[in-house]
């Protein structure tokens, strides 16, 4: 069974860089897509990166495209989400979440999913 646990949010002001990273047991990272998904309140949980089982296909949401970079470590069995650049906008809970072929933006496709981490962007 994979289990999927993130970490690294917290409070940052506007501007400012977190790394968060997701961390697998279980089973090994190697033959699953990555997603990295986000929650703000009273909003539906959206997509804001995904990456490839081996890492060579990458892509990202165009509100976060050039300040997140997601990568992974198979041999660690963690996939990263670096932020940098940071927005009010980006707080939500951001969760990683897994599932076996291609990586999709649909939370609904994926199988196995973290508990969440809060990311609050405020000065």
């Known amino acids: 069974q994979l289990q999927l646990v993130e970490s690294g949010g917290g409070l940052v002001q506007p501007g400012g860089s977190l790394r968060l990273s997701c961390a697998a047991s279980?089973?090994?990272?190697?033959?699953?897509?990555i997603g990295w998904f986000r929650q703000a309140p009273g909003k539906g949980r959206k997509g804001v990166s995904c990456i490839s089982s081996s890492g060579a296909s990458t892509d990202y949401a165009d509100s976060v495209k050039g300040r997140f970079t997601i990568s992974r470590d198979n041999a660690k069995n963690t996939v990263y989400l670096q932020m940098n650049s940071l927005k009010p906008e980006d707080t939500a809970v951001y969760y990683c979440a897994a599932k076996e072929g291609g990586g999709s933006w649909y939370h609904d496709e994926y199988e196995y999913w973290g508990q969440g981490t809060q990311v609050t962007v405020s000065s």
């Open positions: 279980g089973l090994t990272l190697d033959f699953y897509a």
